[in-house]
């Protein structure tokens, strides 16, 4: 299982720098990149406040790719 997201595309949308976005939900920006690069997987909390700074559901940002074989 991997959880993808497409934050940085959205948050390019906004023209918001990664900063900007950490310093919204309070984490540093290294945080945000290691999500963006789907290096860290977020907390259901951070998950929840990474979509609200952006404005958006967190199954726009988010999403559980699962293998066949892994169900």
């Known amino acids: 299982m991997k959880l993808k997201n497409n934050i940085k595309q959205h948050r390019a949308k906004l023209d918001l720098t990664q900063q900007a ?16 690069k789907e290096r ?3 907390s259901a909390l951070l998950a929840f406040r990474i979509a609200r700074a952006l404005g958006m559901g967190i199954e726009e940002l988010f999403e559980l790719e699962v293998k066949e074989e892994q169900w």
Do not use: D, H, K, S
Not at 21 to 29: C, P, Y
């Open 21 to 36: 976005l950490a310093e919204a939900v309070g984490v540093r920006r290294q945080t945000i990149l290691a999500i963006e």
């Open 40 to 42: 860290y997987v977020p």
